[in-house]
C-alpha cells in the first residue's frame, strides 16, 4: 500500500519569505514517480514537477526548487521569496513505475500575505 | 492547458437521486481518471479507464459507476446519490498508462442535500 503524508496543513508567510512544504511518503515499490501539484483558490488542479525515484539531483525552476532524499523518503517543496500568487494548496503525490494510479498526500495550504 | 472540460460544474441535488458527471477531452488521450477531494483527503481515485468500454475500480469506488462509449468521454454515475457523496469531483487524463503525468479537469462541485 502506498501512502503520501503532508503533515502542515496551512502555513501562512509575510511576502518575499521562503516556504517549504514536507512530504513523506511510503511505498513497497523500488521505482516510482514523485509528483507537486498546485491548486489555487479558482480551484483548478496544476501539474508542477514529476521526478522518477532514480533521479536524487535537487530541481530549481525560478523560485521553486525540490529536494528529494530517498534515504529519507522525502521529496520536499521550497518557494525562495514568496509573493502573493503563490498562495494555494499544494498536493505531493505518488505513483509506481508500473502503473497509473496517483496517491495523493492531503495538502498543504499556503497563504502569502503581502 | 490540457483540453478537458467537466459538467456540470456545480450541482445540488437531493439525497437518493441519480446523478451523471460528464468529462468530456480534446486531447484524444486513452487514459482517463475519476478523483474525488475531501478535506484532509487529497484527491482519491474513484475508477478510471484505460480505453473505450475498459474501466477498472480505483479505491473509493462504492456507490460510483463509469461507462466510456467513446475516447473523448467519461461520465461518473451516482445511482442513488447520498450525503457522503458531497465533494468535488476531478476528471484527469494521461496519454500513457504508465510514468505519466494526468491532467485534470476545473472540476465538479456537488452537494446532496
Known amino acids: 500500500a502506498q501512502k503520501v503524508t503532508q503533515a502542515q496543513t496551512e502555513i501562512s508567510v509575510v511576502e518575499k519569505e521562503d516556504v517549504t512544504l514536507d512530504c513523506v511518503y511510503e511505498?513497497?515499490?523500488?521505482?516510482?514517480?514523485l509528483f507537486w501539484y498546485k491548486q489555487p483558490p479558482s480551484g483548478e488542479l496544476v501539474f508542477l514537477i514529476r521526478?522518477?525515484?532514480?533521479?536524487?539531483q535537487n530541481e530549481i525552476s525560478g523560485r521553486y526548487s525540490w529536494n528529494f532524499q530517498k534515504s529519507t523518503s522525502s521529496f520536499n517543496f521550497t518557494i525562495t521569496a514568496s509573493q502573493v500568487v503563490d498562495s494555494a494548496v499544494y498536493f505531493c503525490a505518488l505513483m509506481p513505475t508500473a502503473g497509473n494510479k496517483l496517491t495523493f498526500g492531503g495538502g498543504t495550504r499556503v497563504l502569502v500575505k503581502p | 492547458d490540457a483540453g478537458i472540460t467537466q459538467s456540470p460544474r456545480h450541482k445540488v441535488t437531493e439525497t437518493g437521486t441519480p446523478v451523471t458527471l460528464r468529462c468530456h477531452q480534446t486531447?484524444?488521450?486513452?487514459?482517463m481518471y475519476w478523483y474525488r477531494q475531501d478535506p484532509g483527503h487529497g484527491l482519491r481515485l474513484i475508477h478510471y479507464?484505460?480505453?473505450?468500454?475498459?474501466?477498472d475500480k480505483g479505491e473509493v469506488s462504492d456507490g460510483y459507476s463509469v461507462s466510456r462509449s467513446k475516447t473523448e468521454d467519461f461520465l461518473l454515475t451516482l445511482e442513488s446519490a447520498t450525503s457522503s457523496q458531497t465533494s468535488v469531483y476531478f476528471c484527469?487524463?494521461?496519454?500513457?498508462?504508465?510514468?505519466?503525468?494526468?491532467?485534470f479537469g476545473p472540476g465538479t462541485r456537488l452537494t446532496v442535500l
Open positions: 521526478r522518477n525515484s532514480f533521479d536524487e
Open positions: 511505498t513497497r515499490d523500488t521505482t516510482y514517480y
Open positions: 479507464s484505460y480505453g473505450v468500454k475498459d474501466t
Open positions: 486531447e484524444n488521450h486513452r487514459y
Open positions: 484527469a487524463i494521461s496519454a500513457f498508462r504508465d510514468n505519466n503525468e494526468q491532467f
